[in-house]
């Protein structure tokens, strides 16, 4: 009663599998156990679909297996998703060796959106360019092309990793009170000190 999604490597080996489940069991994912052919941390699902590709301008990170298909089918490339983990550095090197920018495509609801900002820290780390797209809450890529269409994904702007850390800063303080607004303000400061260029900093 699960849905199976093979697992297969950047050189189109197959090893592993992912399993979706169809009712309410739990766990709603599984994975094949990890062996000396199958380290989650070391593999992305979808990167087989971009061995092939060139130019590829950016890569989407999305949560899922199913997030990778939608945009696979509706002609948007460079799909992949971690492993039912949270993204390794490992997997963001694999990532940086296929494409200039990545663009974080996380579910809208808070769980996403705490991950999507943990993978724009370990993507800074790692000195990649990284935006992130933004869904309503309870939607995820897949949601949005198929209750709004591929043409609405498309349309989506990805926001700036920095915006996107003061954004997510900002739901923490409440700004309309002046000391709350005095604290934001202190600790906006502090995140925008890992800027280099004094444009980007004013």
Known sequence: HRVMFPIINRY????????RALGDAQPKYLNTAETPLFNK?????GINLLRRLRDLKQVYLVEGYLDVIALDQHGFQGAVATLGTALTL???RLMRNLAPEVWVAYDGDEAGQTAALRAVELLHQEGI???VLRFPAGEDPDDTIRRHGAEAFGALRPMPAMDFRLHRLETGFDLA???SRRKFAMEACKTLSILREPVEVD
Do not use: M, V, W
């Open 90 to 92: 490992e997997q963001a």
């Open 12 to 19: 189109g080996q197959p090893i592993g599998f992912g399993a």
């Open 129 to 131: 360019t990284a935006r």
């Open 41 to 45: 941390r070391y593999n992305l699902y």
């Open 177 to 179: 009170d002046e000391e």
